[in-house]
């Protein structure tokens, strides 16, 4: 294979990433340079922050500028900021794509993977390269998969049976999943009617766990994406997290120390459900107690939004009014604005808090004025609040 080519990064991006690097650093000088002058604001947060982006942005900058492919007539090897990687080509088993990037996986484990970005020169020059000489092992894998569906016994009385019962459960799961996406959007950015958001999130769990233990060994729930395997984990797992999400913005917890033995009661009842009888997660098999802490890990933050919200949305206790002074108040500029106020202590808080609030409150509310918190008690005891000046 008399091949011998260099790919660096394009000079579109290199401009791209040298701008994104500067407003980086000039934001981190910017955040040590208030400190200096004696802002003392959220002064940990500044200094961590400005001290972390500063010498990121010169790795950033680095790692474009030294970017490198070459391919010669034996091996490949990319060199970025670190050490550079090589593999024989004769050691190349094949190749996976995520996201535009090409990883290149070794036939022996204990050599490296090299990593292609999608940012280089004449990309595709590279992959027309890539595919021509070595295989996607992607899809080989489903090919493999697909065949092991077909010629499973519990799936069917023949391979036409068992085809028919693939096909048709991967109609099901993409509107499943489909239907997870939307809802997630949904409940996630304009959750109104905030109930059936909510619930909606709920729905769409529990309808996904009928094909989910229908076709036991043929729906899974953490695959590749080009897995022969439907896959149900954007109507599962999207849903879950994003009631957690929504839980967390809606409710300010004053402690969560109560909450966490009945999360993790939850956690356990959820990945006992989604676990057991489920192949993908033999923890004997290759990437089995990956899933296993991954699917426990969305559990147990599902479980905390259940608990989050069954201690407080339906919390019906009287709440106890409180009047703390506004020291000083702040906003955030990102995605979306949020609005702070930094108030002084009041019955349930010990020490001056910074607590979320509306904009229509930031902006009726000025430091030294009061304005009114009510603390409830929760029913599962964790104490939260919410602000008004009415």
Partial sequence: MNYTEEYRISKGWKVFMGIFCLGMLAGGAYL???IALGNQQSATLKIITGLVLIPLSFYFFMETLSYEVKITGNEIWVRDFGKPQSLPLNEIKGYKFYKGIAFIHPKSDKLPILKVSDKIENHGLFITWLTAHYKDI??????????????????????????????????VVSWLNTAGLAISIWAMIYPKPYELACGCCLAIILLALIPYYRNKGLVKLIVNDKSAYPNLSTAVLLPAAVFFMRALIDYSIINFSPLWLPALA???????????????????IAGGWASIIMITAVAYIFGMGICIFYNCYFDSTAPQVSHPVVISKRY???RHTSYYFTVKPWSAVIEQKEIEVYQSLYN???????????????????AWYDVSDK
């Fill in 332 to 334: 955030s500029s990102g």
């Fill in 266 to 284: 939850l956690c356990l009842f959820f990945a006992g459900i989604l676990i057991s009888g489920h192949k993908e997660f033999d923890y004997r």
């Fill in 32 to 34: 040590l340079t208030e």
């Fill in 364 to 382: 009726r509310v000025s430091p030294g004025q009061t304005v009114n918190v009510y603390t409830r008690k929760g029913n599962l005891n964790a």
């Fill in 138 to 171: 992607d899809k080989e894998t489903a090919a493999k998969e697909e065949q092991e569906i077909l010629h499973d016994e519990g799936l069917g009385a023949d391979v036409a049976a068992r085809k028919s019962l693939l096909e048709k459960t991967r109609r």
